[in-house]
């Protein structure tokens, strides 16, 4: 018998049991969605945790600012360069909010607009709908930049104008090149922060869902930032330290020198210090937490999938035990028998799979489910609907062969 007819068997008897048949579609294709669900979740707080780990090595702290002054100067801290030569013995790793306009053939573009020191860039890179992450930063004459999907309508390699602000005739201006896109359920580093709430990884890195903020939002490098401005000679746009900084202090400073750094920083106008080994603690225990909540709800997923298959497979299955008799009266092998079955509940396993996929992209780029979590498709949930599918389909053989094989074909034929 050749793979056609075979086929062509495979699909009339699905055609023989339609209800049972579509019963084990939708409760297969419900339980890859809610097993992808819980991917989705994972995977939107694990690498905000592994962002916020590769940046609070050794001792430190987390820092908040609005902004920062040199109280004995007043002068604004504008990057963390200026931080290192006021506390000696630190490195410093922040974000930025830039001094700046953009406009787009002249027409106005209202954004917020934020800029991060290489670290940050590295450490972690967010979702994105269409393009890349910053990267490396480049010299050259063009600053590149990420966007929020609902940034005019700007795609990947449109060009916009940042201008100084303010901004008087003649100053320079520097040429934009969109190089990504956001994903819309995305997180990004020091964003919309609430001083005191969450002091773990979720505190550094929160979601840019449009209904948490009022304009879209524009993201560069800030070491780019410079290396274009030195590159054209335009040295007008700016950028000033804002909301998170990273501050890494060598293992040789002392007691007495660290809290008087800790004194001038405050008056500086930081306004909460956490400290790396409370902040990776907190976050341990938050990751454990979420984790812990969401395994019983997969393992539950993954037990209904080979539950539901031992019930509807086994009396699908023994549905067709008779039709099996009768191929094997007229010459069919058993293993032809159980592969003719293979081939039917591949079928289906086939289309839960694309209809759980269909799911989730749609969920994932049309809405937003509730409680502040996400389902999107990416690759850890293609990769997990596919295993358990394919634990699914050779379950579904296995119950079919144990049937047909130790059974002659007068009794399978008494089956029905």
Known sequence: MNEKVKWKLAFKNLEKQTKMNVLIFLQLAILLLICMSCVSVFFSTYPNFRGVERLSQGDGELLFAYGLIDSSTGEIIQDS??????????????????????????????????????????????RMQEGRWLGTPKEGEILHAVVTSDAYGLKTGDRIQLYPEPYEEGMGVLEVEIQGVLSENTYLPGYNIVVGEDTDFRWAYTSIRKEYRDLPIFVISRQELEMVKEYTGNPETAAQISDLVWRQEEPEMGDSQRKAQKDFMKLMGFEEMIDFPTLMDNSRRTLM???????????????????????????????????????????????????????????LAVLSLAAAWAAAWWMGNITVTTGGTVMYLDTPQIFTSATISLVNLLFASWIQGRMIRKKSVSEILRYE
């Open 81 to 126: 360069r200026m931080l290192e030569e006021r506390l000696p013995g630190n490195h410093f790793i922040s974000s930025y909010s830039i001094w700046g306009s953009a406009r787009r053939e002249g027409k106005p573009l209202d954004f917020t607009m934020k800029g991060y020191d290489q670290e940050i860039i590295d450490a972690y890179a967010p």
């Open 289 to 347: 937490e979420e984790n812990l909540q969401l395994l019983p709800v997969f393992l539950i997923a993954l037990f209904m999938v080979l539950l539901s298959e031992l019930s509807t497979g086994s009396i699908n299955a023994r549905l067709q035990m008779h039709r099996y008799g009768i191929y094997q009266l007229c010459g069919l092998r058993r293993a032809g028998c159980i592969g003719i079955h293979t081939r039917s509940s591949l079928f």
